[in-house]
């Protein structure tokens, strides 16, 4: 731009201003070349930074765009709207091989008898303020029903077909003791992991403090903590199931779908909450990017990949077991099983409420923990 904008200018000038030659031939205006000299070199200096913005990777302005919009947030802190639609726009961008995942690569393939595939993340970068990393889905591969405590997350579809099923609470509802617990920063939940002996169930949840991963995650039973998975790269373990397919006998295990399955009683269960179906439909990339926040836009969800898909995801801030925000999963039952307790929902809207109770983690799901391939990030 530079260089063509100088064009410009000589092509504008009229013959009466260029320099005039003495017969000896010097110029009468040397000090004016001297000049256009120097103008010349500190634009070229403003080309070369300029020049170097144009050039940074879509995953390097996204790490900086999260700086800034989660600089002065925390837990049940939400950025300006200003900031979410900055946010918003950067990740409506990024395409696939913005960060080197393709379709063709193992995390995708369909898996022949497994109940549950394999769902492979890989992390990008995490600080306490917000967390990057990437979800690789196959078909059939589902991220259970979980929460998200005083977070705004972000989610971007890069490509793929996938089911998403979001819930916030009814808060105006009475609720048991047991069920308050549920998704508040700082409060634990006997059920949300499995014990490990000699370890409370609040460490059980969060293997890796600040981790995105780490909280969604169990343990394996005998394990040292930091032993128990492998999600981040520049760690070494021989506890993961490899990037080819081949699993280890200690492979880390994270909750299913939680289905309806189950025969509740008439009686509602300790610590069920009632919840209002914020999203209950298919997506399918390109498709603008999902926002939750922590008190609605559907707080809770569940992934269910249609076809293999990849999510981008940002959290902010990022699970913490240290910060009381622990990861904690839920089963889902219609409204009708249990009775209202004082629920006041009208007839034609109990189809779009549910019945919350915290779940345990089937043990016949995987997280794999990948190396992210993608453009690197230089932090500043």
Not at 68 to 79: E, H, L, Q, R, S
Not at 85 to 97: F, N, Q, S, W
Not at 140 to 150: A, E, F, K, Q, Y
């Amino acid at each position: 731009m530079g260089i063509e904008s100088t064009l410009a200018d000589l092509k504008g000038k009229q013959l009466s201003e260029l320099p005039k030659v003495t017969a000896a031939g010097t110029s009468i205006s040397s000090n004016s070349a001297a000049n256009r000299n120097r103008s010349r070199n500190k634009q070229s200096r403003k080309n070369r930074r300029r020049q170097k913005k144009i050039m940074a990777s879509p995953v390097q302005r996204l790490y900086e765009t999260c700086k800034d919009v989660f600089a002065n947030c925390g837990a049940g802190i939400v950025p300006s709207p200003e900031k979410i639609e900055r946010l918003k726009a950067v990740l409506d961008g990024i395409k696939p091989e913005d960060v080197s995942v393709m379709l063709e690569q193992p995390y995708f393939r369909r898996q022949a008898g497994w109940k549950y595939p394999a769902i492979t993340y890989q992390h990008i970068f995490d600080c306490e303020k917000f967390s990057m990393g990437i979800f690789c889905l196959p078909p059939s591969g589902v991220i259970p029903l979980h929460n998200h405590p005083g977070m705004t997350v972000f989610s971007k579809l890069l490509f793929g077909t996938m089911h998403i099923k979001s819930y916030d609470w009814v808060v105006d509802v009475p609720s048991d003791t047991s069920a308050d617990a549920a998704g508040v920063p700082g409060k634990t939940s006997a059920v949300a992991a499995d014990a490990i002996p000699g370890e409370t169930s609040a460490a059980a949840v969060d293997i890796i403090p600040g981790k995105p991963l780490a909280a969604m995650v169990d343990v394996i039973p005998g394990k040292p903590l930091a032993a128990a998975v492998d999600a981040i790269p520049d760690k070494n373990s021989a506890d993961v199931v490899n990037d080819n397919g081949n699993t280890s006998a200690d492979a880390v295990d994270v909750p299913s779908k939680m289905s309806t399955d189950v025969n509740p009683s008439e009686t509602k269960k300790p610590g069920v909450r009632l919840a209002k179906v914020k999203a209950d439909s298919d997506l399918t990339a390109p498709c603008n990017t999902s926002i939750l926040y922590p008190a609605d836009g559907g707080n809770m969800h569940c992934f269910t990949a249609v076809t293999a898909c990849a999510v981008l995801d940002v959290l902010g801030p990022p699970y913490s077991d240290s910060e009381g925000r622990h990861c904690t999963y839920y089963q889902d039952f219609p409204f009708a099983n249990f009775s209202d307790d004082g629920a006041s929902v009208p007839e034609e809207e109990k189809e779009g409420h549910a019945w919350l109770q915290e779940g345990e983690k089937p043990k016949d799901l995987v997280v794999i923990g990948s190396f992210y391939n993608g453009p690197e990030i230089v932090e500043n």
